[in-house]
Structures are given as C-alpha cells and as structure tokens.
C-alpha cells in the first residue's frame, strides 16, 4: 500500500492479501506540540518533547484487532465523481477514498435507488449531483439524519438536487455564486 503523511508517521497493517487492514499513526500524534518548561525551574530555552506514540499505536492496533471501521458512504447515480477514479486532474474521489481507507475508514458507494443505507453507517457524503435524487432517495436521507446520522454534502448550485427542501429542515440553503 502507498501512502504520504504529511508531517510522516508510521503504516501499521494487519493481515493479508485484499484481508489487509492498514492504519496511519502520524507523527503529530505520536510527539504532540514541544512543552516550554517554566523558567523557574531553571530550564531556561530548553525543550522538552513528550512521546505518545505508545498510546496512539496501541490505540490503533486495538482498532484493528477489534476490526471496527466506521463506514463511510458516497452517493452514486447523480454523475457524482468517482471514488475508484485517482487520477490527481480528475474530478475523482479516489484520492479521498484511499486517504479515508488508509486511516480505518470502511470506504464504499451507495445507490439509493436500489440500496437502503447500512444499519451501521458512520457518514454518508453527497458530493456534486448532477441529476436530481428521486423522492424515495430524500426520503431514505432524510430518516437517516433523523436517526442523527452524520450527512455531509459538497453541492453546487447550478444543478437543482430535490435535495433543498432537506437542507432548509437544517437552516441551510444553497445561494447564488
């Protein structure tokens, strides 16, 4: 697997095959900020920095063990981009997806029309529609924010979504520009 944390970090994985399971830790997690030590303990311009990394790798060998990944949902059948497309100049969302995977996330898409959304979903993100949802596709979104679900839309609002009527229950409204 490739992967580039910005700031570095250390790759862990667990198993096999298309059965492994990958987590990042970052550095930034690992050595949190440098601590000033006070002056008047005569550590004048000295640093301290504090290693937590054992916490965050046992943490995430934890994670892993337990084989408990949030699931994470695209919309598809609107000509949203692509989560399998990683062309860099694309409007693919491969990239995010393997950026997701690469930190635990359960990455997949989900057709409304002909899927109900999983039991156990941890985010469901619409991005760019380019056709409108059908009724029973808002219906299905709707309920699941109802439930609190976590929803995350990217929208334009140059194409009309029937999803409006939806974001106004939650005091948003796309405007013009």
Do not use: C
Not at 65 to 76: I, L
């Amino acid at each position: 697997m490739w992967y580039r944390a910005q700031g570095g970090g250390v790759l862990i994985e667990l198993g096999e095959g298309d059965q492994v399971q990958s987590r990042v830790v970052r550095n930034r997690d690992m050595f949190p900020s440098p601590i000033i030590p006070s002056r008047s303990r005569g550590r004048e311009g000295r640093f301290e920095s504090v290693f937590a990394g054992e916490d965050a790798i046992t943490s995430a060998l934890i994670h892993m063990r337990e084989a408990k990944q949030t699931k994470v949902a695209f919309t598809t059948g609107h000509g949203e981009p692509s989560i399998n497309d990683v062309n860099p100049r694309s409007d693919g969302l491969g990239i995010w997806k393997a950026r997701l995977s690469s930190v635990g996330y359960d990455v997949s898409e989900v057709d409304l029309v002909k899927d109900d959304l999983p039991a156990d979903l941890g985010l469901l993100v619409v991005v760019e529609p380019k056709s409108p949802f059908k009724p029973a596709e808002v219906t299905k979104i709707r309920a699941y924010g109802d439930r609190r679900g976590p929803l995350l839309f990217l929208l334009g609002n140059s194409v009309k979504t029937e999803l409006e009527d939806l974001l106004r229950t939650y005091h948003l409204e796309l405007g013009q520009g």
